[in-house]
C-alpha cells in the first residue's frame, strides 16, 4: 500500500514562496497536487507524469508554481512563487498508479491521497 507525506506547508505573506515536498513510499506513480479553500471544493494545482518529463497546471498558478520530482527519492515538489491571498488552502498529494504519459487533472484518476498540509498566505 502506497503513502504519501505532505511536507512545507505554513503561514507566509503575499509575495512569498514556500516549496511543499511529497514523499510516496513504494513504486513511482503520476503524481499530482490538488487544493481545497474553506468554503470551496477541491480542485487540481498541478501534476507531473513519472518520468518528470511533462508537467501542467491550472490557469490560476501558471508561471508562479513549478511542480517537480526526484524520483531516486520517490518525491514531488511544489514550488510556490508570488503567493496570494487566494492560495489559502489545504494542499494535497496524489499518486495514480496508472503509468500515463502525462498527468491527469481529474481526482477520480488518483489512487492514493495525503493527508494534506496547509498554505496560509496573509495580506
Known amino acids: 500500500q502506497v503513502q504519501l507525506v505532505e511536507s512545507g506547508g505554513g503561514l507566509v505573506q503575499a509575495g512569498g514562496s514556500l516549496r511543499l515536498s511529497c514523499a510516496a513510499s513504494g513504486r513511482t506513480f503520476s503524481m499530482g497536487w490538488f487544493r481545497q479553500a474553506p468554503g470551496k471544493e477541491r480542485v487540481f494545482v498541478a501534476g507531473i507524469n513519472y518520468s518528470g518529463r511533462q508537467t501542467t497546471y491550472a490557469d490560476p498558478v501558471k508561471g508562479r508554481f513549478t511542480i517537480s520530482r526526484d524520483n531516486a527519492k520517490n518525491t514531488v515538489y511544489l514550488q510556490m512563487n508570488s503567493l496570494k491571498p487566494e492560495d489559502t488552502a489545504v494542499y494535497y498529494c496524489?499518486?495514480?498508479?496508472?503509468?500515463?504519459?502525462?498527468?491527469?487533472?481529474?481526482?477520480?484518476?488518483?489512487?492514493?491521497w495525503g493527508q494534506g498540509t496547509q498554505v496560509t498566505v496573509s495580506s
Open positions: 496524489a499518486a495514480e498508479r496508472r503509468l500515463r504519459s502525462s498527468a491527469s487533472e481529474a481526482f477520480y484518476d488518483y489512487d492514493y
